[in-house]
């Protein structure tokens, strides 16, 4: 492949890794992520002047965040490690985004930005100039207890805020939500709002274009596809519907409706004792 990674014991390394777990019917599968993760590692154990060591790449099959752990090891020096976990925290980053947190000599900083965005796992958003971490790959590092730990966690989305800050021209705009979405992972009850403030206004003031890319902004905290909900989630999920209802957009209506499924799923006896004893 592009990696060029042809020593057998190598390549039989990687494959074991990357075995597809749940699949047991039919000739053997192996995930796409992890073989590219894997091929990442390797390149970077070369550029830095390392042989691949086989051992090393065996790895428990389907345990993406020991295979991300493995990358972030492979790079030349902490500098690298956290400037990968900084671009894992944002949903999404452009060309400006990423030269900022690249070297300030100029042909270092477009080496790493051209190594960067040839990681497997990063790719080009639906926006033309913006990528993305892929998720399982953003999920897998954000959950290493390295990069987890709360007052560290919240200075940088404090930090990531104020930079997206400084760039949005509009109360509505691409950099206005990703700086929405970091105010979120720090305090989610002021994040919500802040939401519904801007959302009412839109509606109230008929900039429906704008009231659009607010109720995106959601889909960068993922709470619509969450498999667990806890009594701010089922409240914000209420709030969303109903400003998507009162919008009476009618393409939007049946994402208000799910979410409003999704919530009722949650909000039973069984999970909220309490609540239902009121």
């Not at 154990?45 to 991300?68: H, I, T, Y």
């Not at 000599?105 to 958003?125: C, G, K, M, P, S």
């Not at 639906?126 to 200075?155: C, D, M, N």
Request: with cysteine; net charge neutral.
């Amino acid at each position: 492949g592009k990696k060029q990674i042809l020593e057998p014991a190598v390549q039989e390394a990687i494959l074991d890794s990357s075995l597809d777990m749940e699949s047991h019917d039919g000739p053997k599968g192996y995930h796409a992520l992890s073989l590219g993760l894997l091929a990442d590692t390797v390149a970077e154990d070369r550029r830095a002047g390392r042989n691949a060591d086989p051992q090393m790449l065996k790895l428990p099959p389907g345990k993406l965040d020991e295979l991300a752990s493995r990358f972030l090891q492979s790079l030349p020096s902490s500098t690298e490690e956290r400037r990968m976990v900084r671009l894992a925290r944002t949903p999404r980053f452009d060309k400006e985004a990423l030269q900022r947190i690249c070297s300030p000599d100029q042909d270092t900083n477009i080496d790493e930005r051209r190594r960067i965005l040839a990681y497997t796992f990063v790719q080009a958003a639906a926006t033309p100039g913006w990528f993305v971490v892929h998720p399982r790959v953003r999920e897998a590092i954000l959950s290493l207890p390295k990069y987890s730990e709360s007052e560290e966690t919240r200075q940088e989305n404090r930090a990531r805020e104020d930079i997206w800050k400084t760039r949005s021209k509009l109360s509505s705009d691409e950099f206005a939500g990703l700086a929405w979405f970091h105010h979120y992972q720090i305090d989610r009850d002021g994040a919500l709002t802040a939401w519904r403030t801007l959302a009412e206004t839109a509606r109230k003031e008929l900039r429906m274009r704008d009231h659009s890319k607010l109720l995106d902004w959601w889909i960068f905290v993922g709470l619509e596809m969450a498999k667990d909900l806890d009594l701010f989630g089922v409240r914000a999920l209420n709030i969303l519907a109903e400003e998507i209802r009162q919008a009476g957009t009618f393409h939007d209506l049946s994402r208000a409706v799910a979410g409003l499924q999704l919530a009722l799923r949650v909000t039973t006896r069984q999970n909220f004792p309490q609540e239902w004893a009121l």
